[in-house]
C-alpha cells in the first residue's frame, strides 16, 4: 500500500494515477481549503488532465499580461495560449474526485503527526488513527512533515506570498505585474472578473509594510478586501533530494515551484505523474525528476537570481528594452526555448552588461 498524506493539487492527482494502490490522507475535514494561492495554470495542464467541462473549476482566462517597472514603465504582451484562473477550492476537488474515480481511497480529518520506519513497513500515527503502510509520499505543502522527519528539509528556503480578494475595477483579460526592485520582490494583480481581483506580493521580508506600499500604488484600499489568501512559498534547489528509501516528497513538500513566478500547480502534477512512474515501475525518482523537470526548474531559479538582481534602475531599462524588442505571442510553458529572443543584439547586451553589474553587486 502507498500512503500519501495531503489531498492538494500534488497528492490528489498522484492518487488520481495510483488508484486502488494508495489511500491519501488529509488533515482537514474539506478538500481544498484554506485557500493559499492565486490559481494561475499555464496551459501546460492541458497535458495533465483532460477537463470535459472546464466551467468545473475555471473563474477567468487571460489573454495578455502587463508588466509594469519601479518608476512605471510598461510593457504588455499577449500570451501565446490563454491561461486559466481556477477556483482552488473546486479545483482541488475536482483532482480528489478523479482519484476517488479512479480507486483511491480519501481520509479527511487525518492529520499525520509522526511515522517511524523499519526495514519492512512505515507506521503512521494520526491523531486518532494508527496505519501500517509500504510507501510513504510526502504531498504535505511546504513544511512537510514528512520532509522534515526524514531531514530532507533542511536547508530549505522560503517566501511569503501575501494575497487578497478584493473589489475593484479591473481589466478582466489581462494580468499586471508589478516590479519595485527590492530583491526577490514582486506584486501582482489577478482578475477573476472586472469587479474581483486577487492581489498580492511575494517577498523574503517586511511583507505587511510591502503589501500597504503596494495597495497604495495600485489605489486598493483595505477595505474592499474580501478573502486573505496568504501562505509560504518553498524555494527550489536543483540539489535537494526527493525520497529515501520507501519515503517520497512531491509538490511543494518537495520544492517543486518555479523560482520565477513562484507557480507550483502544474511542476507540482508533472512531478506527481513521474513520481506515479517511479512507484509502478520500481524507478530511480530523483534521476527522473532531474531529468524530467529539473532543468527547467534549475532555469527558473538562475533567471530569478539575475531579475532580482536588476534594482529599480535595471527594472525601468529591462522593461524599456522588452518594449523595443518585442516577445510576439509569449509562451509561458516554454520560457527559455523561444532561442529567437535571444538573437536580438540588444537582448544579449543587456543580459550581459546587468549580469556584470549583479556580479559586482554581490562581490
Ligand atoms: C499567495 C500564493 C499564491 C500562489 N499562486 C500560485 C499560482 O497562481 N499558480 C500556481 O501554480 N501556484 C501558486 N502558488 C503555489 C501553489 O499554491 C502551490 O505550489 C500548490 O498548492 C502546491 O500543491 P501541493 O499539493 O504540493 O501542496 P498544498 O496545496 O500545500 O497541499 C498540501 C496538503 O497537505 C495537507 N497537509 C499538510 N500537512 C499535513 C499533515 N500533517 N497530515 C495530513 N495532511 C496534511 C494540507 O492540508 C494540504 O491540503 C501560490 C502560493 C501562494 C502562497
Same mark, same amino acid.
Given at each position: 500500500?502507498?500512503?500519501?498524506?495531503?489531498?492538494?493539487?500534488?497528492?490528489?492527482?498522484?492518487?488520481?494515477?495510483?488508484?486502488?494502490?494508495?489511500?491519501?490522507?488529509? +488533515?482537514?475535514k474539506?478538500?481544498?481549503?484554506?485557500?493559499?494561492?492565486?490559481?494561475?495554470?499555464?496551459?501546460?495542464?492541458?497535458?495533465?488532465?483532460?477537463?470535459?467541462? =472546464?466551467?468545473?473549476?475555471?473563474?477567468?482566462?487571460?489573454?495578455?499580461?502587463?508588466?509594469?517597472?519601479?518608476?512605471?514603465?510598461?510593457? =504588455?504582451?499577449?500570451?501565446?495560449?490563454? =491561461?486559466?484562473?481556477?477556483?482552488?477550492?473546486?479545483?482541488?476537488?475536482?483532482l #480528489?474526485?478523479?482519484?476517488?474515480?479512479?480507486?483511491?481511497?480519501?481520509l479527511?480529518?487525518?492529520?499525520?503527526?509522526?511515522?517511524?520506519?523499519?526495514?519492512?513497513?512505515?507506521?503512521?500515527?494520526?491523531?486518532?488513527?494508527?496505519? =501500517?503502510?509500504?510507501?510513504?509520499?510526502?504531498?504535505?505543502?511546504p513544511?512537510?512533515?514528512?520532509?522534515?522527519k526524514?531531514?530532507?528539509?533542511?536547508?530549505?528556503?522560503?517566501?511569503?506570498?501575501?494575497?487578497?480578494?478584493?473589489?475593484?475595477?479591473?481589466?478582466?483579460?489581462?494580468?499586471?505585474?508589478?516590479?519595485?526592485?527590492?530583491?526577490?520582490?514582486?506584486?501582482?494583480?489577478?482578475?477573476?472578473?472586472?469587479?474581483?481581483?486577487?492581489?498580492? #506580493?511575494?517577498?523574503?521580508?517586511?511583507?505587511?509594510?510591502?503589501?500597504?506600499?503596494?495597495?497604495?500604488?495600485?489605489g486598493?484600499?483595505?477595505?474592499?478586501?474580501? +478573502?486573505?489568501?496568504?501562505?509560504?512559498?518553498?524555494?527550489?534547489?536543483?540539489n535537494?533530494?526527493?525520497?529515501?528509501?520507501?519515503?517520497?516528497?512531491?509538490?511543494?513538500?518537495?520544492?517543486?515551484?518555479?523560482?520565477?513566478?513562484?507557480?507550483?500547480?502544474?511542476?507540482?502534477?508533472?512531478?506527481?505523474?513521474?513520481?506515479?512512474?517511479?512507484?509502478?515501475?520500481?524507478?530511480?525518482?530523483?534521476?527522473?525528476?532531474?531529468?524530467?523537470?529539473?532543468?527547467?526548474?534549475?532555469?527558473?531559479?538562475?533567471?530569478?537570481?539575475?531579475?532580482?538582481?536588476?534594482?529599480?534602475?535595471?527594472?525601468d531599462?529591462?522593461?524599456?528594452?522588452?518594449?523595443?524588442?518585442?516577445?510576439?505571442?509569449?509562451?509561458?510553458?516554454?520560457?527559455?526555448?523561444?532561442?529567437?529572443?535571444?538573437?536580438?543584439?540588444?537582448?544579449?547586451?543587456?543580459? #550581459?552588461?546587468?549580469?556584470f553589474?549583479?556580479?559586482?553587486?554581490?562581490?
Amino acid at each position: 500500500m502507498i500512503s500519501i498524506i495531503g489531498g492538494g493539487p500534488s497528492g490528489a492527482y498522484l492518487g488520481s494515477l495510483l488508484g486502488d494502490k494508495c489511500k491519501i490522507f488529509e +488533515e482537514h475535514k474539506e478538500i481544498g481549503k484554506p485557500i493559499q494561492c492565486t490559481g494561475i495554470l499555464t496551459h501546460s495542464i492541458h497535458d495533465l488532465i483532460s477537463v470535459k467541462n =472546464e466551467d468545473d473549476f475555471v473563474v477567468n482566462r487571460i489573454k495578455r499580461i502587463k508588466l509594469i517597472s519601479p518608476g512605471d514603465e510598461e510593457y =504588455e504582451f499577449r500570451l501565446k495560449n490563454e =491561461e486559466l484562473i481556477v477556483d482552488r477550492f473546486k479545483f482541488d476537488n475536482y483532482l #480528489i474526485n478523479l482519484a476517488r474515480e479512479n480507486g483511491a481511497e480519501i481520509l479527511t480529518g487525518h492529520k499525520l503527526i509522526d511515522f517511524s520506519f523499519s526495514e519492512d513497513n512505515i507506521k503512521l500515527k494520526f491523531e486518532k488513527h494508527e496505519y =501500517e503502510t509500504e510507501k510513504l509520499v510526502g504531498a504535505d505543502g511546504p513544511n512537510s512533515l514528512v520532509g522534515r522527519k526524514i531531514g530532507l528539509l533542511n536547508g530549505r528556503r522560503y517566501k511569503v506570498g501575501h494575497q487578497y480578494t478584493a473589489r475593484g475595477e479591473f481589466d478582466e483579460e489581462t494580468f499586471t505585474v508589478y516590479f519595485n526592485g527590492n530583491k526577490n520582490y514582486f506584486g501582482w494583480v489577478v482578475p477573476e472578473n472586472e469587479k474581483i481581483a486577487r492581489i498580492g #506580493i511575494v517577498g523574503d521580508e517586511n511583507i505587511p509594510e510591502l503589501f500597504q506600499k503596494f495597495l497604495d500604488k495600485i489605489g486598493i484600499n483595505k477595505k474592499s478586501f474580501i +478573502e486573505c489568501q496568504s501562505g509560504v512559498i518553498p524555494v527550489y534547489d536543483y540539489n535537494a533530494k526527493c525520497c529515501d528509501g520507501n519515503v517520497y516528497l512531491v509538490g511543494d513538500a518537495a520544492g517543486h515551484v518555479k523560482s520565477t513566478t513562484l507557480g507550483g500547480i502544474v511542476y507540482g502534477m508533472r512531478a506527481a505523474k513521474i513520481l506515479a512512474n517511479a512507484l509502478e515501475n520500481n524507478r530511480d525518482y530523483d534521476g527522473l525528476l532531474r531529468k524530467e523537470i529539473g532543468r527547467e526548474l534549475w532555469l527558473h531559479s538562475k533567471a530569478a537570481e539575475f531579475l532580482s538582481g536588476l534594482g529599480e534602475n535595471g527594472w525601468d531599462d529591462f522593461i524599456r528594452l522588452l518594449r523595443k524588442v518585442e516577445l510576439g505571442k509569449f509562451n509561458r510553458d516554454k520560457p527559455f526555448s523561444g532561442l529567437h529572443l535571444f538573437l536580438k543584439p540588444s537582448l544579449i547586451y543587456f543580459l #550581459i552588461k546587468q549580469g556584470f553589474k549583479n556580479k559586482n553587486k554581490l562581490v
